[in-house]
């Protein structure tokens, strides 16, 4: 079978190789894949800025079809549409593990970033980690299932948006405009999105669209000015962070009202930030940082595209046979891609 394989360390270093298509093991069932979500953590890998150990086929993020069962699966038949999360050797008996939370266990290996991943037309994954899919969801749509659970985790269980929440997501990528829908879905009053000028004619576009209340440029206003404002003085119950740089967290803390808590989901670069934490322990505020995403946000994203309370198609920019990868990473350095999805 065919593979895109980050083949030695540097930039770039990716090429197609012919690979043998993986083996069956007896917990395991055999995935023919039907689509994959490129995500940031393959171009970094792309770009040499993620640490791997080559070679290696990269990609996380898939839809596919069962094609072999193996000899101890029960519930699961050939034919079936499904995903599959990622905790692929988490331990089982650790403390994370044993709470529900094999995501953060220490023993994870995770595909295409520890061992071989999903850009390419078979996986094997453990029976344990994978979930059917109805005929309701398109393969496309269920191939970003895995960033979807991010927020779900992230907002949902971690951070607790309650109902009638005055919600401020800063930064439009795709995981900001799935938290736009997140914090909808959960209730919340209004919700408000942060951009800049380079966000105005496409995300913070699709952001209105999804229903977002209030989209806010920061290169042209001060978002916290227009928060107070819009909240008779408070400020925000909610920030959900998913810029991961400096003026955006610091941002949040301003805006914040006292007791108020942010959700930090976006990773900020390789350089030391100066944050206002002065400020944020004088307001008293809850900040939780998350990371990755439990077996219980799989659930529930699964149901909210269902149900079609959530709506994936909205952040998929590009879609491309899996050959194109290069030109999808291309299209990455230059901002033009929100979500891509490449077929094999
Ligand atoms: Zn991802
Ligand atoms: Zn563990």
New binding site residues.
Partial sequence: MKAVVKVKRGKNNIEIHEVEKPLCQDNEVLINIKAIGVCGTDYHIYTDEYDTVPPLIIGHEFSGVIAEVGKNVKGFNVGERVISELSVQ?????????TGN?QI????KAPGTHINGVYTEYINMPAALVHKISDNISFEEAAVIEPAAIVAHSLLQRTKIEPEDFVVVIGPGPIGLLAIQMAKIQGARKVAIVGTDIDKDSRLKIAEGLGCDYIINASAEDPADIIYELTEGLGADVVVECSGSTPGINSGINMLRKQGRMCVIGIPGPEKIHIEWKKAVIKALNIVCTFSSSPLSWNWVISMLDRKALNLDSIISHKEPLERYEYIFEEISKGNVIKAVLLP
């Fill in positions: 988490s331990c089982g008996v650790c403390r994370y593990c044993k094999p266990c220490l023993d994870k």
